[in-house]
C-alpha cells in the first residue's frame, strides 16, 4: 500500500508565497507521475501542474506563478507558489500513479488548506 503525505499549506496574503511537500511511503512500488490537484468550495476537483518521465504539466492559470519540482531519491514533489491570488484558494491534493505489482493504481493525499486573503 502506498501513502501520500502533504504538508506546507496555509494562510498568505495575496502576491505571497508557499511551497507544498508531498511525499510518497510504502513498499516495492514506482512513481510512473505526480503532481497537484486542487477544489475550491462549490468548484470541481482540477489539475494543478503533475510531472511524469521529465515532462511537467501546468493549468494555464498557474503558469509563470508556480514551479513544480521533484526529488526521485525521496519520492517526493514541491510545489512552490508564488504571487499567490485570492483565486488561488482551495484544498490541495497531491496525486500519483504508481505502479504496484498487480497494476497501476492512483494514489491521493488528504489534502493541505491554501487560503489567500488579506
Known amino acids: 500500500q502506498v501513502q501520500l503525505v502533504e504538508s506546507g499549506g496555509g494562510l498568505v496574503q495575496p502576491g505571497g508565497s508557499l511551497t507544498l511537500s508531498c511525499v510518497a511511503s510504502g513498499s516495492r512500488f514506482n512513481i510512473n507521475n505526480m503532481g497537484w490537484y486542487r477544489q475550491a468550495p462549490g468548484s470541481r476537483r482540477e489539475l494543478v501542474a503533475i510531472t511524469s518521465d521529465g515532462f511537467t504539466h501546468y493549468a494555464d492559470s498557474v503558469k509563470g506563478r508556480f514551479t513544480l519540482s521533484r526529488d526521485n531519491a525521496k519520492n517526493a514533489v514541491y510545489l512552490q507558489m508564488n504571487i499567490l491570488k485570492p483565486e488561488d484558494t482551495a484544498v490541495y491534493y497531491c496525486?500519483?500513479?504508481?505502479?504496484?505489482?498487480?497494476?497501476?493504481?492512483?494514489?491521493w493525499g488528504q489534502g493541505t488548506q491554501v487560503t489567500v486573503s488579506s
Open positions: 496525486k500519483s500513479q504508481v505502479m504496484l505489482s498487480t497494476g497501476p493504481s492512483d494514489v
